[in-house]
């Protein structure tokens, strides 16, 4: 864009200087045309233009028709031809080292409105996940003497388990993503592109739906989250970690995986999404 930029300036400069010298210059007279036998009154010597050494006057008398618009921003692209631009805007805000390490780089408004959509839901499917996941695997410890024993529907004990706090330490890095985007440029980044994150949205069935309406209601849903005081217990009764809790497990994917992720890392997300709720 700042090419553009330096591109229009030029070309505004040559027309000024063109209009300069295609009007203010004086005109050359052409020699008189002497018919025979006739006697001719001298022509006069055409007076000279005043000497203009005001520049700054000149474009007064500029149409302003003539002043092509290159101060207007650069139209969005189409969003199937949107991620050059939306992964420049946030190498911006996050460095390219960043987004290269943990940002899906195809189709990346439409996953970032899935991924906001469906964390109100039950799960978010890694096929529409915005980032990428978290190194290592998800961590937890056995609980050997746990307070209610429960059972599977054969009779035997289903196994118990503790999230492991070693595993908190796998989200701090989004964590400090999170927190080293200004909140600003983040707010002003999305309202520039938000066309484009509204068309995916009706794309995926909201046809007469309000995105940003979605991510407010998503954002107010996260900051609601309740804070777990003591080890967050678990339970595996297949191959999935559920939590004891039935309260808990009632919750939505966006707030378990603020649980999942350990409290001071919670309180940190929780801090940052209320600077931007507020700039919404």
Same mark, same amino acid.
Do not use: H
């Given at each position: 864009?700042?090419?553009?930029?330096?591109?229009?300036?030029?070309?505004?400069?040559?027309?000024?200087?063109?209009?300069?010298?295609?009007?203010?210059?004086?005109?050359?007279?052409?020699?008189?045309?002497?018919?025979?036998?006739?006697?001719?009154?001298?022509?006069?010597?055409?007076?000279?233009?005043?000497?203009?050494?005001?520049?700054?006057?000149?474009?007064?008398?500029?149409?302003?028709?003539?002043?092509?618009?290159?101060?207007?921003?650069?139209?969005l692209p189409?969003?199937?031809?949107?991620?050059?631009?939306?992964?420049?805007?946030?190498? !911006?805000?996050?460095?390219?080292?960043?987004?290269?390490?943990?940002?899906?780089?195809?189709?990346?408004?439409?996953?970032?409105?899935?991924?906001?959509?469906?964390?109100? !839901?039950?799960?978010?499917?890694?096929?529409?996940?915005?980032?990428?996941?978290?190194?290592?695997?998800?961590?937890?410890?056995?609980?050997?003497?746990?307070?209610?024993?429960?059972?599977?529907?054969?009779?035997?004990?289903?196994?118990?388990?503790f999230i492991?706090?070693?595993?908190?330490?796998?989200?701090?890095?989004?964590?400090?993503?999170?927190?080293?985007?200004?909140?600003?440029?983040?707010?002003?980044?999305?309202?520039?592109?938000?066309?484009?994150?509204?068309?995916?949205?009706?794309?995926?069935?909201?046809?007469?739906?309000?995105?940003?309406?979605?991510?407010?209601?998503?954002?107010?849903?996260?900051?609601?989250?309740?804070?777990?005081?003591?080890?967050?217990?678990?339970?595996?009764?297949?191959?999935?970690?559920?939590?004891?809790?039935?309260?808990?497990?009632?919750?939505?994917?966006?707030?378990?995986i603020l649980?999942?992720?350990?409290?001071?890392?919670?309180?940190?997300?929780?801090?940052?999404?209320?600077?931007?709720?507020?700039?919404?």
């Amino acid at each position: 864009m700042k090419n553009w930029i330096i591109g229009a300036i030029l070309i505004l400069a040559a027309a000024a200087a063109y209009y300069y010298f295609a009007i203010y210059q004086p005109a050359v007279s052409e020699a008189p045309v002497v018919e025979p036998v006739v006697i001719v009154e001298p022509v006069e010597e055409p007076a000279e233009a005043p000497e203009i050494t005001d520049l700054g006057t000149i474009p007064d008398v500029v149409e302003e028709s003539d002043i092509p618009a290159e101060a207007e921003e650069a139209p969005l692209p189409n969003l199937v031809e949107s991620d050059p631009v939306v992964l420049e805007s946030l190498s !911006g805000l996050l460095s390219e080292p960043v987004v290269a390490r943990y940002v899906v780089n195809d189709n990346v408004i439409s996953r970032v409105v899935a991924t906001i959509d469906m964390l109100g !839901g039950r799960q978010v499917p890694a096929v529409v996940q915005a980032l990428e996941s978290p190194e290592g695997s998800f961590q937890a410890t056995v609980n050997d003497d746990p307070e209610t024993v429960i059972n599977n529907e054969a009779g035997d004990p289903i196994p118990q388990f503790f999230i492991d706090p070693a595993n908190y330490a796998r989200y701090t890095p989004y964590v400090e993503m999170l927190e080293a985007a200004d909140t600003a440029e983040v707010v002003e980044n999305y309202r520039s592109l938000y066309p484009l994150f509204q068309e995916a949205y009706q794309q995926m069935g909201y046809a007469d739906g309000d995105f940003n309406a979605r991510l407010i209601a998503i954002i107010d849903e996260l900051l609601a989250t309740p804070q777990v005081t003591g080890p967050v217990e678990l339970v595996k009764p297949e191959a999935y970690f559920l939590f004891t809790d039935p309260e808990l497990e009632s919750l939505s994917a966006g707030q378990k995986i603020l649980l999942r992720m350990g409290n001071d890392n919670a309180t940190r997300v929780k801090a940052k999404l209320a600077e931007v709720r507020a700039s919404l």
